[in-house]
């Protein structure tokens, strides 16, 4: 298929199809948790545009999709039978509006001064929202109903299962749409500006525009992400957007192979699924409760560091390799060389 | 006027603090081009250290002295470890791996030492001192505070400027392959750096923990702030870091006792945005410089 | 001391051999056979979940509770069981962050298929799963957590609270402000501003204090409960020296009492302290003071005078038999833990569990559990108070005793036991109801 757009398209109704399958197949417990991989996904996805395509470094994304969840969170507040849709519509919307004013800022700093600048966002934003508890709550946060599936599909559906719906049908359109950005035209205005600032002004791009627009698409997938979470946590409270969201989508990207949006999949997916794991592995050893309790968090620092050590692009980078090691090993004689790519 | 009295007290101690791990922050940053966000833990680490020590019957002068030798033996440790194999690589790759580090030791910390907040002594009194019935709002600790931080910076000024190990380490880490050719070691050097960085760190360590107690996540603001006080400044001025910490630790001082200290996370974003609106670079910036 | 627990541990020998005779007996009595009555009850064990800060900031001390709870489940374990069956206690970290207690909650609840929650603790962590909890019809037993939130039979006709709310120390404590520093002028010390803790407190206190023989000078010093906050709070304290309070009723979590402390004695302030119970456990405040933060040697002191309130036996009075027990259960089960507050909640409601579980039959269903929690009163127990619970009411412990912590470090009984509610201008009263001493089994009887 030459058409990017419907290559795009063909994979992601696939994934569709197989994905909304598996929901049948797994528990519900498995449902909530692949609906919490497809949120994370979300973000992740829009900071591998920002970060991972566009060069620019964001340690307070996790303070956007707060963004997208107070949003959410207040709408409901006021009109609690709300459909799903307009809250994540408005999320998207405020999230961008956001992300187009911290673009524009941003846009004046590079390296560690932008790393510096959204680290203090991801520490401070929280603390507006504890300090203006009469409309965001304060430190108890603003509560939000369980989504429950529509009648029609039955009485004993699980509420699970139709989060995770919702959460897959989210992530498969953003998957769509950011595929189909970083492929064309846009996305090779975002590689320049990443590559090389200065030729990329020469060839006649706007820097400056770009890297704005980098800014507000990431952050309308980080609302997106940010309304879902509301859901999926149901609450929205200050000391659920700490540092470590930021910290844990920014290892999702990295970890799973930076710049590619396969490898935000692969990186979201142990992010939410690996503490689950590691904690059911360390509740069966019979250790003192100062190191059971903490064996997992240590366990997930030395996975970023080996990670780093040993697989410097990520997942998909050795993936990658151990695929292109094995071809060759396992390359007859005989057969004929195939050139891939022209 | 005594709030403000006060509030300046305070802010002034803290920003001396924050400025030493803005200033290991920028160590690391000038010798490496990496930023350290380990830098508050391996802190809080050489702090249980020497607490350790302190249980262990050791005199507070000694388990101070062993603090600061820990930090220089880990932040050695870890260049040598870990920064050295993924040199020259992404430097997002760099950022992963500290953070890593820090959620490592975090992990650690309590696993050895035990999760519970320990107090930490303080070598001179925390009680203010009077001047006959006159009560002036500044404790022996907060003057050794200040002292340390300044004898500290005196000590690298003398290092950097008028040794030749100090003028080694800064042309391998303006110029390595000058430097190179000039004979010097460049890969110590760098291992160097880091070992003294940290050792800054270790001393900011020891000298907030009295104040707020040892727990495994209690360098974490520590870090911010000292990070916010150094792009304030401007991550290439050693000067521009210490001077920038200080108006950090001030105006969060202020803006704690004013506003209210909820506020505080936020008056120190707002006031960093403020700045970097206005130059990019940092207050003390002479040129620009392309980062990746 | 020594001596003492050989005497109990041979004590607890016969009990064993006594309550193999009940099981026998109860086996066959008029109950039948063990069934698998509700989702986590199975013939010989009943598996509960619990979600629990064991990691991050409020780890320190609360990560205590849960191992203690289990520790007087597994004694219970050890001789017999409740009707044979063995109490698992399934408790998971989740780091005081609210979007692990969500999905943790689910891991529970979904696929551990826990009978009931238990002990979940924090407050906002707990409120992002009251509702999914209610709304999957798990009984949601003794939150460890003293917002008022938890009281709301019409939403959350699962939950019920344990300890008494924030509101009702705040009227109590006010109560004895008022009677005993009359005419002084009374400053606030909280977690906040928008925080729970902090304003149900202030709330109770104004309740009582407004327009009452104290004055109250506002407006209330607030902390953040960050190191960034522990920063502020010398400078918070001198400005309530500058207006001149006398007593600093305060409502912070223990690191900010110390700090509190600490930062009054460095600017030579010696107001009279009145603290909330959850920011007064004196063995944590001595070991945060300990070790000389100040410079200084003076922990005892300084934590000496301290005003406080409780609902269970003081942790020194080491001639209560709930103490004695408590700590020789701890002694065998859990060595490693410390005697202090913590780990006495944590026996304490494990023991209101055991009494509620014996409660709802041998076959209980989960609506068993909550309706036996609404007819019963569980007086019996640990709590110098009684419980409050009724069909409309999921509050917990009704009410405190106001303790004062000697010059030795130990808090000590300092006025009359009294229960109150949480609402505005609820009259405060003496209890119906003494407290009672343990079974000599340990266990709660049948």
């Known amino acids: 298929m030459r058409n990017p757009l419907l290559r795009h398209a063909t994979v992601c109704v696939a994934l569709a199809v197989v994905l909304v399958l598996l929901t049948y197949v797994f528990d519900a417990f498995t449902d909530y948790k692949i609906a919490g991989v497809a949120i994370f996904f979300i973000a992740a996805a829009g900071l591998t545009v920002l970060t991972g395509v566009n060069g620019q470094l964001s340690l307070g994304h996790g303070a956007l999709m707060a963004i997208g969840a107070y949003t959410t969170s207040l709408l409901l507040k006021e009109q609690p039978q709300l459909p799903m849709i307009l809250p994540l519509l408005a999320a998207i919307v405020s999230t961008g509006v956001a992300g187009a004013v911290i673009g524009v800022a941003a846009a004046r700093l590079r390296g560690p001064y932008l790393a510096g600048a959204t680290l203090a966002l991801a520490v401070g934003l929280p603390q507006v929202a504890v300090h203006y508890g009469s409309v965001f709550g304060g430190n108890q946060g603003l509560p939000v109903p369980v989504p429950t599936p529509p009648s029609a599909l039955g009485g004993d559906f699980p509420n699970e299962r139709w989060l995770a719906w919702i959460a897959i049908a989210a992530a498969l359109i953003t998957l769509f749409l950011l595929a189909n950005l970083v492929s064309g035209a846009t996305g090779a205005r975002l590689r320049a500006v990443a590559d090389d600032e200065a030729a990329a002004s020469l060839a006649g791009i706007n820097v400056a525009r770009i890297q704005v627009l980098a800014f507000v698409v990431s952050a309308a997938c980080a609302g997106l992400a940010g309304s879902l979470f509301a859901y999926w946590v149901g609450l929205t409270a200050p000391s659920g957007f700490g540092l470590s969201v930021s910290l844990q989508l920014l290892s999702a990207i990295v970890i799973g192979g930076l710049g590619s949006l396969s490898g935000a999949v692969l990186g979201s997916f142990l992010v939410v699924m690996a503490p689950f794991t590691i904690s059911d592995l360390a509740g069966n050893l019979n250790l003192s409760s100062d190191v059971a309790n903490n064996l997992p968090l240590a366990l997930y620092g030395v996975v970023l560091i080996v990670t780093m050590l040993a697989f410097p692009r990520g997942i998909q980078g050795a993936l990658f390799s151990l695929w292109r090691l094995a071809k060759r090993n396992l390359r007859r004689p005989q057969a004929p060389t195939v050139s891939t790519t022209a | 006027m005594r709030t403000f009295l006060i509030l300046t007290v305070d802010g002034v101690t803290s920003g001396f603090i924050y400025a030493m791990v803005a200033l290991a922050l920028v160590m690391i940053w000038r010798a490496t081009r990496v930023i350290n966000y380990a830098q508050g833990a391996m802190a809080m680490f050489t702090t249980y250290v020497a607490l350790f020590a302190i249980q262990h019957r050791v005199t507070y002068w000694l388990a101070f002295v062993i603090a600061l030798g820990a930090g220089f033996v880990f932040g050695a440790g870890v260049e040598r470890l870990l920064v050295r194999p993924i040199e020259g690589r992404a430097p997002l790759n760099m950022v992963i791996l500290t953070l890593g580090l820090l959620i490592l030791l975090e992990a650690v910390a309590p696993m050895l030492f035990g999760g519970d907040v320990k107090s930490f002594p303080a070598p001179f009194s925390r009680i203010d001192i009077t001047a006959g019935a006159t009560q002036l709002y500044v404790s022996p600790f907060d003057i050794f505070v200040i002292a340390a931080a300044l004898l500290v910076m005196l000590l690298l000024l003398v290092f950097f400027q008028r040794t030749t190990i100090g003028l080694r380490m800064r042309a391998a880490a303006f110029r390595p392959e000058i430097a190179r050719l000039l004979g010097i070691r460049v890969g110590r050097m760098l291992t160097l750096g880091w070992g003294l960085a940290a050792v800054l760190g270790a001393l900011a360590g020891v000298l907030i923990a009295p104040g707020i107690f040892l727990y495994p996540n209690n360098m974490d603001e520590a870090l911010v702030f000292g990070f916010t006080g150094a792009i304030l400044g401007g991550l290439d001025s050693p000067v521009g870091a210490v001077t920038g910490a200080i108006v950090v630790g001030l105006v969060l001082s202020y803006v704690g006792g004013y506003l209210g200290s909820d506020l505080e996370t936020v008056g120190g974003l707002v006031m960093l945005i403020a700045v970097l609106m206005v130059r990019p670079q940092g207050l003390f910036a002479f040129h620009r410089q392309r980062q990746a | ?446």
């Open chain 3, 1 to 446: 001391m020594a001596a003492m627990t050989r005497s109990r541990t041979g004590a607890v020998g016969s009990l064993l051999a006594g309550l193999a005779v009940l099981a026998a007996c109860g086996g066959s009595g008029g109950g039948g056979a063990n069934q698998a009555s509700a989702p986590g009850i199975t013939p010989t064990s009943v598996t509960i979940g619990s979600t629990q800060p064991l990691t991050g900031p409020a780890a320190a001390g609360y990560s205590e509770i849960a191992p203690a709870s289990n520790a007087y489940f597994k004694y219970v374990n050890a001789h017999g069981g409740v009707f044979g069956r063995s109490i698992i206690f399934d408790y998971v970290d989740d780091g005081y962050n609210p979007t692990n207690t969500a999905a943790q909650t689910r891991k529970l609840i979904l696929q551990d298929k826990v009978y009931a929650m238990f002990e979940a603790l924090g407050t906002p962590t707990h409120l992002s799963v009251v509702n999914y909890i209610n709304s999957e019809k798990v009984p949601d037993l003794f939150v460890a957590s003293g917002c008022n939130c938890w009281n709301n039979v019409s939403q959350y006709p699962e939950t019920f609270g344990w300890q008494p709310d924030y509101t009702i120390e705040g009227k109590i404590l006010g109560q004895y402000i008022k009677q005993n520093y009359s005419g002084m002028k009374v400053g606030y010390f909280a977690q906040g501003p928008n925080d729970e803790f902090g304003t149900d407190g202030i709330n109770g206190l104004n309740d009582v204090l407004q327009n009452s023989s104290v004055t109250v000078v506002s407006p209330p010093q607030y902390y953040a409960p960050t190191a960034a906050g522990a920063m502020a709070v010398k400078s918070e304290l001198a400005a309530m020296q500058a207006a001149g309070v006398q007593v600093i009723a305060s409502f912070s979590i223990p690191l900010f009492t110390a700090d509190a402390l600490a930062s009054a004695a460095a600017l030579n302030y010696h107001p009279i302290f009145v603290v909330s119970n959850v920011g007064s456990d004196p063995p944590t405040l001595t070991g945060i003071l300990t070790g000389g933060a100040l410079g200084v040697t003076l922990p005892a002191a300084l934590i000496g005078g301290v005003v406080s309130d409780a609902y269970l036996p003081l942790l020194s009075d080491s001639s209560n038999p709930w103490v004695s027990l408590f700590k020789l259960i701890k002694a065998q089960y859990a060595p490693s833990l410390p005697w202090d507050g913590n780990v006495e909640y944590g026996f304490a409601t494990a023991y209101t569990f055991v009494q509620a579980l014996k409660a709802a039959g041998q076959n209980p269903s989960r609506d068993d559990i909550v309706h036996a929690i609404e007819t019963t009163h569980f007086n019996d127990g640990p709590g110098l108070v009684p419980f409050a619970f009724t069909s409309s009411n999921h509050l917990g412990y009704s009410g405190v005793e106001i303790v004062k912590i000697g010059p030795d470090g130990a808090a000590v009984s300092a006025g009359p036991v009294q229960v109150t509610d949480d609402t505005a201008g609820g009259a405060i009263t003496s209890p119906s109801s003494q407290p009672a001493a343990p079974p000599s089994s340990g266990i709660p009887p049948d």
